[in-house]
């Protein structure tokens, strides 16, 4: 993830950030859903993606909640 990327995220609303989190979290379980299941996935290196950007999510949602931003 790009700077540009991080910077779009910090501009975005709390909910829009709540709303970006549910989706992801959802895609990651669909995933490893599918891994359990002996199913392959496409790309393996998605699931570290979108961990990497729940933790973003969170982070600037924590940073906001304390009022660090």
Known sequence: MTNK???????LSN???LEQ???L???LRNLR???????????PSRIKAIRKRI???????NERKRGKA
């Open 25 to 27: 979290r959802i895609e």
């Open 55 to 61: 933790a973003r999510i969170l982070t600037i949602l």
């Open 21 to 23: 989190l549910s989706q």
């Open 33 to 43: 859903t599918k891994i359990g299941s002996g199913g392959v996935i496409e790309k």
């Open 5 to 11: 990327e991080i910077k779009e995220l910090r501009n």
């Open 15 to 17: 909910e829009e950030l």
